[in-house]
């Protein structure tokens, strides 16, 4: 990557707000994230980080602010300015989204090759060959099997869907990925596998990640910097290990706080 | 724009810190006031003081872990200087992987990684080329006295001395200018220490700048070149 680039944000947020009538959703966030960063957004259910990361990814419409996207060809654009046809380019190729639940991201009745595929085919591949073969690549970067690429994730286990899921994600070379409480729900010990992978992969492929999650573990393991909310604002930010160290909100210290020791 | 003088590669200048602990009534803890202290290349500077006086948090804030209320953190970044007392993240982020070396007290582990990895990673996140890294993390580990049964092993389970000399290998494994050192021989045996002695004179005529925290005499008077104690940047409440 050339230094100028280097120096440009790949995401301009600038006082990004939405109201649910005259319920605050979220209110007056802003932030720039740099190519390869790595952004948790913390904060209880209700702090506005699951609004946030809807309107960041554009599934939701803000009701004040704006999304500047640096494009792949340098260009800087509104992301509520794109054409439908162009945001859907965007969610397709250079965005990705893991949520949660992993049937809400993957299609539980094709199969594990074909869910990975579908991604490369949206994008104008149409050589069999070379989709299959960057499937099971993939499968095998995310610890399945090969012999299960022919398998629906229906029958697989809540770890190994949620590994479909980014395989499916990263497949298009994304250089943004959302990802909704990725370890959610699953069992610690293929939670700490999972991160394991993420953080590997988030490292090597240079991704910028923007990452909503209640787990602080999980934000300081993946995460560079951290933003915390509550009640729609942003109260505290900074790097990840300085917020979750010496937390300077009464909020955030609350938080930090609040969290067992193993 | 304030510049550290010529051959301090950091410089510490009227550095405040206290804790306001909203959880306990807003209370407020004082750590340390008007700290100001530069260490040169190839100096190893000690932190002196007891228990509590404020040695760990000062290592903190120098590394940007630990905000600083007021003052100047200047630490010299190849042809720039960077205040980490006021930069953005990604800045001291990128500080870290140039310049700051770390050795703290406690290792921080990661599933599913070995204990070699874990060295290893250190040099790469530095930009050591993999063979290398491998080869580096290899020789620092027997230098440390880890049996290399356990180099494949994720060291959750290592003793709180073995955890202590992966640490130790993560911090040195690096060229980085500037090592911070928090108590690295406080659970070590003294052949341990020893090697850490030694690992530590490699440095200083490599002409890195190390600041440190010991509390064992032997250490301390065989490293250091200079005993700053901070006691007299006790912060007047």
Redesign the interface.
Known sequence: MSALTDDLPLLTVDRLGKNYGSRIGCRDVSFEL?AG?VLAVVGESGSGKSTLLSLLSTQLQPTAGAIRYRMRDGSVRDVFELSQAERRFLMRTDWGFVHQDAAQGLRMAVSAGANVGERLMAVGDRHYGNIRHAALDWLGRVEIEADRIDDAPRSFSGGMRQRLQIARNLVTNPRLVFMDEPTGGLDVSVQ??L??LL?GLVADLGLSVIIVTHDLAVAR?LS??IMVMRQGRVIET??T??VL??P???YT??LV?SVLQV | MAHASKDSVLRLADVRKS?????QGGAHLPVVAGVSLEVAAGECVVLGGPSGAGKSSLL?MIY????CDQGSILVRDGAETVDVANEA??R??RLRKSTLGYVSQFLRV????SALDVVAASARDYGVASDEAADRAAALLRTLNIPERLWSLPPATFSGGEQQRINIARGFIADHPILLLDEPTASLDAANRAAVIDLIDVKKKKGVALLGIFHDEDVRDRVADRIVDITQFRHAA
Do not use: C, T, W
Request: charged share 35%.
């Open positions: 740099y960063e700490a596998r991160l394991d953080r393991l560079h910097r900074g790097l290990d300085q160290d010496d300077r909100e009464p210290q609350l706080s | 804790f306001v602990m909203h959880l903190k940007g872990n630990y905000r993240p990604r001291i982020l990661i599933p599913r990684v």
